[in-house]
């Protein structure tokens, strides 16, 4: 088994696409190979911080 990983998402404006990003991520998240997924925000002015929030990031 491979050692688990953590993944960071930088963000600006991702609203659109940020919700498959992560849904992608939690199948190795619940797999075991990622140790953590930790979302970053550059200031963005859409949904993005919210939508991140919702996923407990």
């Known amino acids: 088994m491979r050692a688990p990983i953590s993944v960071v998402i930088p ?7 940020l919700s498959n990003c992560l849904t992608a991520l939690m199948e190795g998240l619940d797999a075991g190979l990622i140790r ?3 979302v970053t ?5 859409d949904a993005t911080l919210a939508l991140a929030e919702a996923w407990g990031a």
């Open 41 to 45: 925000d550059g200031g963005s002015q």
């Open 36 to 38: 953590e997924l930790i």
């Open 11 to 17: 963000t600006l404006n991702a609203e659109a696409g």
